[in-house]
Nanobody, 121 residues
Framework: QVQLVENGGGLVQPGGSLRLSCAAS????????MGWHRQAQGNERELVAA???????NYADPVKGRFTISRDNAKNTVYLQMNSLKPEDTAVYYC???????????????WGQGTQVTVSS
């Protein structure tokens, strides 16, 4: 029983900022990489940012310099700080975590339910 609960989505004007959070809970043995993907209506889901357990990060080109991913391992939480938002950033943002459950046999990706981010004037 694993849940990834997302918060922080909403409507923001171009140039504004939002901070997303995603907390993993449940029968978790260990968490490896965590990250964020997004899916705009009519488009494929794409990687936004990812972060390893040790804090190494990588970003999709469209968000480099504007978004920052971070994590709090003690809280099993990953964050996405989004600055200088553009209309092109409008999408449903999904948290994901690569983890092993208690008693699990394999690592697998778990996903949040998604949170809508709309950038519009």
């Amino acid at each position: 029983q694993v849940q990834l609960v997302e918060n922080g989505g909403g409507l923001v004007q171009p140039g504004g900022s939002l901070r997303l959070s995603c907390a993993a809970s449940g029968s978790i043995f260990s968490i490896n990489d965590m990250g964020w993907h997004r899916q705009a209506q009519g488009n494929e889901r794409e990687l936004v940012a990812a972060i390893t357990t040790s804090g190494n990060t990588n970003y999709a080109d469209p968000v480099k310099g504007r978004f920052t991913i971070s994590r709090d391992n003690a809280k099993n939480t990953v964050y996405l700080q989004m600055n200088s938002l553009k209309p092109e950033d409008t999408a449903v943002y999904y948290c994901n975590a690569n983890l092993v459950t208690h008693g699990g046999l394999r690592r697998s990706n778990y996903w949040g339910q998604g949170t809508q981010v709309t950038v519009s004037s």
